[in-house]
């Protein structure tokens, strides 16, 4: 079948047979909706492909009918990456700081950094440009992935970790060293969540109890005395229905018979991450109500950051604003207490990384703000931050997306795995790794 760019006549020509396009929704081709590459040349979905899309037949002579390969080396359309089928078919996709992992009928499969084996395929101090299959995990059901491990809820319950342990984030009853394979969690039944953050982990639990393990220096565990817990400890709140954690903080949401949704913050406060309405670097080791913020319906959290999806489907964050990561307008001014995203409705879910966050809406569509110096919005440009949300021009509808620290990775419509950003370990999942990063959307390998 061959494909054929529709553009307007603002674009011109460059050659006989060859159309530049400006935006996506000038490529149309007898299949349905391409994309418009950095190189201004429209391309159309083939899962072939190791970047998932292959240029038209109206560009230059060189990249007529070719697979795209998209990296910053030399802007773009450059066959750099092993050609490999794409991962296709996931349910789930999580992230960590430098490593990222997808499920599907109960296995798991990570790649990227494995410093420390939370890549959890028995070895460490390597790393994974394609996902590999976490050995000795069935059934699992959620994901959740901190700085350098990574857990698993599997059906019955139950919590496993793999990967650093160094403040006791496995839950295995020590704390110290680093598993480069799958552990159960000690003392641990009846979970319906988990949650990552740095380097601790939270529970909850269908009785609406939530449970922690890991760093507690700064309070993020929120138990007390201050240490690290290898083993869970039961936080002070109840009637809890969701979750997050940070670096060194974390936040519940509760819900109490017909009463609106509440939030509740604990850990450390120095640039007002708590939503407390104060700016103190001072540890708070027990949850602290969130002020000022509407009845809410999802929360979560980021590096220093943390937002909510209100009732009416708009967005509210605080915390740390650098790079525009609150999505408000101006940066740098920390932001204490909840405060209203602009340009952004219709929520459906949300995703934070270290410095920039990003929505997903109902119709499928994303929007992203704050750091983008990775290309992490992969709009195929880079730029110092953008402090209100952008929609993203992407070849596909997005289920969820989750955000690591300078890349992102979104699980399309149909399961399959997208990502974008920092390559720097291998976290983009597409063969390749180093000082390249995708400037737009690549197509994660199959193993």
Sequence with gaps: ???????????????????????????????????????GYCSFPDPTCGSGRRFGEHVTTDRALRCTDLFSGDGGGRDGAPACKPLVGM??????REHACARAGGNVWCWGRNNLGQVGDGTSGNIRTRPTQVAGLEGATQLALGLG???????????????????????NG??????????????LSGIDVI?????????????????SWGANAYGQGGFDPEGNAGTPSLVAISSVVEISAGNRHSCAMTRGGTSPAEAWCWGNNHVGELGIGSIEDKNYFGPMHVVSLPNISFIASGHETSCAITAGT???CWGRNDKGQLGFGPSGNNQPTPAKVLVLKDAFGISLGDKHTCAWKVDGSLWCWGDNEQSQFGQKTTSAMEPVPARLDLPFGTKQLAIGGAFSCALTLEGAVYCFGDNSYGQLGNGASGTQRALAPMATCAP
């Design 1 to 39: 079948m061959k494909w054929v760019a529709i553009v307007s006549l603002a674009c011109g020509c460059v050659g006989p047979s060859a159309f530049p396009c400006q935006a996506s929704d000038q490529c149309v081709g007898p299949g349905g909706q391409g994309f418009c590459e950095p190189l």
């Design 91 to 96: 349910e789930e996709i999580a992230a960590g």
């Design 149 to 171: 491990h990574s857990c698993a809820r599997t059906a019955d319950g139950k919590v496993s970790c793999f990967g650093d342990n160094g403040q006791g984030q496995l839950g």
């Design 174 to 187: 020590t704390v110290g060293g680093s598993v480069s394979w799958v552990g159960e969690v000690t003392s």
């Design 195 to 211: 949650r990552a953050g740095e380097r601790h982990v939270l529970a909850l639990r269908s009785d609406g109890a939530v449970l």
């Design 314 to 316: 708009e967005v509210y």
